[in-house]
């Protein structure tokens, strides 16, 4: 076995391009599969929130009157 990339055989390359090849499938086979299973209907809605009256929040004690 070659300790060094730039020394390497063809061999050893092409050790190196299979191993890549099959953990790039294997990632996106299982990126494939969770997408496939993410669909199964437990969707959530979001609960709307409605604005109620206006109001104004200040740090002083004055009156303001608009």
């Not at 990126?31 to 709307?48: C, E, F, L, W």
């Amino acid at each position: 076995m070659n300790h060094s990339i730039y020394s390497a055989d063809r061999t050893t390359h092409l050790k190196i391009v299979v191993v890549a090849l099959i953990a790039g499938i294997a990632v996106a086979g299982f990126a494939v599969s969770a997408r496939i299973n993410a669909d199964d209907g437990y969707t959530q809605t979001a609960r709307v929130i409605k604005a109620g009256k206006p109001m104004a929040v200040t740090s002083s004690d004055a009156m303001v009157v608009r």
